[in-house]
């Protein structure tokens, strides 16, 4: 679902690699750094315990179904079944994923392909569309998107952008003088790409490719479509099956192992040594690389790839307002579930940009293997159903809370915030390294109170990025489904949970226009989200 | 920061104000947990609104999560009434002790064999297991006569199954107590031989992937085909039912029920409820395609359904009881240890 996740992983080197110019990025030796930012560490040690609520409830759970009860949910058959196809899946479409993701970001970064500027915004608006709303489109019209294929397919469709916004930020930054030189130094055209232009992009393909494999783990929706069994399918039968929470949060568990694989696999992969450009004297173009007679061809891979992208989607949720069978039946009007979705979204990206804020300055600014590890361990919760999260928070209102807010607005706005909040921490992370301490440190010489700098320093320089953060966290809360079903106050819907509603009795016909409305609204932040791209690269550049 | 913090303090304490539970004029309001289709619940309680004033807030969700729920919620859960596809998850909380008895006049519209043994739930409608076929993939004199028959290798690769829907369950019960635990799981795993990538989440995806001629044939209840008939039209509907012979597993009238929470505090306009459910004007929403859409069969108040379907009272089903059914926990674990949850 959350196929609004992009900009390049964690680690430091993102979105695109930072110039190694006149800003220095991250922590810098400095004298007045050795005192511990107390308030700092205290608030965001608050966030993070907030954050492991639901990982808290899995333990608390599968204690109570004891060792044995765990070891035998864990240990059945279709637990081999169900590893199996979530990890050929994952490394399938992450795979897929990172080629047509390269590909297309370096075909439009640095080749002379026709109608740049146009395919730059069409590749990227697959991620708004929710992923169940893909696989619906191609489902409902072929018999065979179904299964193991059909889920590469849909997936590979849905999120291949997740990859590409990063790839296509970090090639813009990074300097292309490097093939230059390579070439001049009689090094082949292939040699070249591999070693020099995907070495530059290679924090950057990580980092999409965690997000695609993490998005992988914890998808519901377009799974349970395409009768593709995953360990996340899984876990809903499990809690709308058999009334068994303890064998779900059981399943759930091997899913953090997972999810904890990938992360340390990337962390691996992303190794050492780091590529940028030779310093502020290289700030300049070459005239893109000529595709020749390769053009053609290159034209008609991108205009597939809309059409399948894109096209099918939107084509097929037209097809079905007009020609799926229409009964009147009541329910949330569109108007109403826009309404309802957009309140939920902006509150639950309002609160999660500010709550990134602590994490992600101790993070950049303070920078230790303790609170590095703080800050990375936020994005298990990307890898947790959302279902879980959902649970986990009932159950504490319930049992500590009194039930207060239980089904309101305010819990469900709170769930879509820890389940977001590893997206939202991406990019304002990536935006605080670019704002200077130093200037900081500047301000605060002449004077200025600590807060304030923050605010007229720090938050203004880094305003990018935070909107980056509010859109990627609104655009995810646009698709969410499960957690909703769970914590939405009754009597309301979200688009999503309409169409869910709809779509899951066939009605074709009547889920049509929620999934409009949904690619609609998601498409402006999908939108701001690739001109921050743009414009990061290009304040990069100018900077050197 | 501050005032962003502030900021997104206004805006969660203005959406605390958009939630969804709304009273009617005279202030009654009940909330119903539905694990019904949409449509159907919808219908009745449009009807029962209009009857009563009573404004009905309502919560859809599968009914084995809304029963997780009301444990979870204990004694402060805002449900008042449940409203049910099956009967496993209603025996569920009728075991947790988290309903209120039904009322007698209520129970006594509806045949006892389609009530709660304990008078805990009352049943509101039926509907039978089927089987459900593509013409272009299989013949009719093709398909097998039991259920059983479906885990034979000549029907490799042509069985659809939905091992986790609830409507599932009651079949592998009804095996289990027929046949035993041995020919149960040999049963289930030659199921899981034949149907291969055909294991679909539920009765509306087999339904619709024998329809669209994905796979030959499989076993949902009748409903759904009717159902589907109305969405998309007769002229897209080439797929046919057919009948298992009469007392086999596989042949079953499951009951749709409702039942009122204990913990409710609102037990007169909850009973109301349900005792609108199996009225007259309750049981012609269900059985009148014109209605609702609904197709299962009405169960109380003498009504009979007016969609078309072979009558209730000549269908001939496992005689398998509710109470036998129980909340389904056994053919989970059976499920569970042939591989297929």
Known sequence: MSEAQLLSGPGPAQPAPAPAGAVPPGPVPRARRARRPVTLITVASLVCAVLALPLVFLLVEADGAGTSGVLSMVFRRLTGDLVWNTVRLSLVVTFLCAVIGTGAAWCIERTDLPGRRVWEVLVIVPLAIPDFVVSFGWASLWNWVQGFKGAVLVMTLAVYPLVYLPVAASLRAADPGQEEVARSLGVGRVRTFLRITLGQAKGAILGGCLLVAMVMLAEYGAFEILGYQTFTTEIFTEFSLSFSVPAACALSLVLVALSLLVLAGEGAARGRGRISRAGGFAARKLPPRRLGRARLPVLAAFGVLTALALGVPVGSSVYWMFDGGAHAIAGASVPSALLTTASYGLAAAAADTAATLPLALLAVRHSSRVRLLLERSTYLVLAMPGVVTAFALSYFTERYGGGLLYQSAPLLVLCYAIMFFPLALVGVKASLARAPASLDDMARSLGQRRLVVLYRVTLRLAGPGLAAAFCLVFLSVVTELTATLLLIPTGVQTLASQFWAYESNLSYGQAAPFALVMIAIAALPSYVLSRFFDRSAHTQEMTT | ?341
Request: charged share 15%; hydrophobic share 45%; with cysteine.
């Open chain 2, 1 to 341: 920061m501050p005032a962003v913090l502030t900021g997104a303090a206004l805006l969660g304490a203005a959406l605390a104000g958009c939630g969804g539970a709304a009273a009617g004029a005279d202030g009654q309001s009940i909330t119903l947990y539905s694990g019904q289709h949409v449509q159907t619940t919808d219908a009745l309680v449009a009807a029962f609104e209009r009857a009563t004033g009573i404004t009905v807030n309502v919560r859809s969700n599968d009914e084995d999560t809304l029963a997780d729920q009301i444990v979870a919620e204990g004694a402060r859960s805002p449900a008042d009434v449940i409203y049910t596809e099956d009967t496993p998850a209603l025996e569920f909380l009728q075991e947790k002790g988290a309903l209120a008895p039904v009322r007698a006049a209520t129970l006594a519209r509806v045949p006892s064999r389609y009530d709660s043994p304990q008078g805990d739930w009352v049943g509101v409608s039926a509907r039978a297991s089927v089987l459900i076929y593509n013409p272009s993939l299989i013949k009719e004199s093709q398909l097998p006569a039991s259920v059983l028959a479906m885990a034979s290798s000549r029907y490799r690769g042509k069985v659809a199954i939905a091992p986790q829907e609830i409507d599932f369950q009651p079949i592998v019960t009804a095996v289990l107590r027929d046949d035993g635990r041995a020919t149960a799981l040999r049963w289930l795993a030659g199921l899981k031989a034949n149907a291969g990538s055909h294991v679909y989440p539920d009765n509306e995806t087999i339904a619709d992937e024998v329809n669209r001629g994905a796979v030959a044939f499989g076993v949902v209840n009748q409903y759904y085909w009717y159902r589907m008939r109305a969405e998309i039209g007769a002229a897209h509907v080439p797929s046919r039912l057919a009948y298992f012979t009469a007392g086999d597993p596989g042949y079953q009238v499951n009951v749709s029920g409702a039942a009122v929470i204990k913990t409710s505090r609102h037990q007169a306009a909850a009973q109301r409820f349900l005792a609108f459910l199996v009225s007259p004007q309750g049981q012609h929403i269900i059985g009148n395609p014109a209605k609702s859409i609904s197709f299962e069969y009405p169960i109380g108040s003498g009504v009979s359904s007016q969609a078309g379907e072979r009558p209730l009272s000549q269908l001939r089903p496992n005689p398998i009881t509710l109470g036998e059914l129980g909340d389904g926990s056994a053919a989970v674990a059976m499920l569970r240890q042939a591989g297929l949850l």
